[in-house]
């Protein structure tokens, strides 16, 4: 059996990471049917502490730089991100999620003085407004929460990374370790606090276990591992193009398993912040020239 490079193919490796990120937004929808979002994102984060811990250095020097950056991660955008997508189609939470880079860019802009050309500026806006407006005016009010919360957990993701940059260098595994070992158990509380929370342990169905094995192990580890090994070796300007693939994935991922389908001015704002977002990339790769 001949043996596939992932790294050495960047078209190959990107593709496939993209189908990964692309059935996670479908594997944790399937999930959180069953399951209450706080329940999932402690259980998730659970599963992911335990599986690192054997990896990481723990120092208690690590502990208050990361607590701030537990807190808008792993409550501000995995636990937002839960919620948004337990409401909306799988393929508007992926769409969304694509804002995650210009938003970062724009944050740089503010706070650390990056550049930021107008066409960039105008492609962000765009891409906001084609993911937000066809949701937001179709008037229902369940559906303008969910887009808006999915939104709000995309700023907090690019918030996160903007912290990260602040810190000195810490190994990827260690900052993941942090705000899993962190957050998992703010989650548990909060869900236990909850006057009308459902039992615990019914709602780990074989769906659930399935999906949370999924998320921790192909989509916060195998995935990450391959894409910053691609970035290493053949640089973000050949990749950046084919994080575009995974509202695709999660389309046809969301059709086959799940029935979702877009109504016409949902895939008309999906094509306006594609389009906004292809832009932006272009623009990037332009001034790293």
């Given at each position: 059996?001949?043996?596939?490079?992932?790294?050495?193919?960047?078209?190959?490796?990107?593709?496939?990471?993209a189908a990964?990120?692309g059935?996670?937004?479908?594997?944790?929808k399937?999930?959180l049917?069953?399951?209450?979002?706080?329940?999932?994102?402690?259980?998730?984060?659970l599963?992911?502490?335990?599986?690192?811990?054997p990896?990481v250095?723990i120092?208690?020097?690590?502990?208050?730089?990361?607590?701030?950056?537990?807190l808008?991660?792993?409550?501000?955008h995995?636990?937002?991100l839960?919620?948004?997508?337990s409401?909306?189609p799988g393929?508007?939470?992926s769409?969304?999620f694509l804002?995650?880079?210009p938003?970062?860019?724009l944050?740089s802009?503010l706070?650390?003085n990056?550049?930021?050309?107008?066409?960039q500026?105008?492609?962000?806006i765009t891409?906001?407004?084609?993911?937000?407006?066809?949701?937001?005016?179709?008037?229902q009010?369940?559906?303008?929460?969910?887009?808006?919360?999915?939104?709000l957990?995309?700023?907090?993701?690019?918030v996160?990374?903007?912290q990260?940059?602040?810190?000195?260098?810490?190994?990827?595994?260690?900052?993941?370790?942090?705000i899993a070992?962190?957050?998992?158990?703010?989650?548990?509380?909060?869900f236990l606090l909850q006057?009308d929370?459902?039992?615990?342990?019914?709602q780990?169905t074989?769906k659930?276990?399935?999906?949370?094995?999924?998320?921790v192990?192909?989509?916060?580890?195998?995935?990450?591992?391959?894409?910053?090994?691609?970035?290493?070796?053949?640089?973000?300007?050949?990749?950046?193009?084919f994080?575009?693939?995974?509202p695709?994935f999660?389309?046809?991922?969301?059709?086959?398993?799940?029935?979702?389908?877009l109504?016409l001015?949902?895939?008309?704002?999906?094509?306006?912040?594609?389009?906004g977002?292809?832009?932006?990339?272009?623009?990037?790769?332009?001034?790293?020239?």
């Amino acid at each position: 059996m001949q043996h596939i490079d992932w790294l050495a193919k960047p078209a190959l490796g990107a593709t496939f990471v993209a189908a990964i990120w692309g059935f996670n937004i479908v594997g944790m929808k399937i999930a959180l049917s069953d399951m209450d979002p706080l329940l999932f994102t402690a259980a998730r984060f659970l599963l992911l502490a335990l599986v690192l811990l054997p990896f990481v250095k723990i120092s208690r020097q690590q502990i208050r730089p990361l607590l701030p950056i537990a807190l808008v991660m792993g409550l501000g955008h995995f636990y937002l991100l839960a919620v948004g997508i337990s409401i909306i189609p799988g393929v508007i939470a992926s769409v969304c999620f694509l804002l995650g880079a210009p938003f970062s860019a724009l944050l740089s802009h503010l706070f650390l003085n990056e550049r930021l050309t107008f066409l960039q500026s105008a492609a962000i806006i765009t891409a906001t407004l084609g993911a937000m407006l066809p949701t937001l005016l179709m008037g229902q009010s369940e559906l303008q929460w969910g887009i808006l919360i999915v939104v709000l957990s995309t700023f907090m993701w690019a918030v996160g990374n903007i912290q990260i940059r602040k810190l000195k260098e810490l190994p990827v595994l260690s900052i993941q370790f942090w705000i899993a070992i962190i957050t998992a158990p703010l989650c548990l509380i909060a869900f236990l606090l909850q006057p009308d929370a459902a039992p615990m342990l019914p709602q780990f169905t074989t769906k659930t276990l399935l999906s949370l094995t999924y998320v921790v192990f192909c989509s916060s580890l195998l995935s990450y591992s391959l894409w910053y090994g691609l970035i290493h070796r053949h640089g973000m300007s050949r990749l950046a193009g084919f994080v575009l693939l995974q509202p695709v994935f999660t389309l046809t991922f969301g059709y086959l398993l799940l029935g979702e389908s877009l109504t016409l001015w949902q895939l008309v704002g999906s094509s306006i912040t594609l389009t906004g977002i292809y832009i932006y990339n272009r623009q990037n790769q332009r001034a790293a020239q």
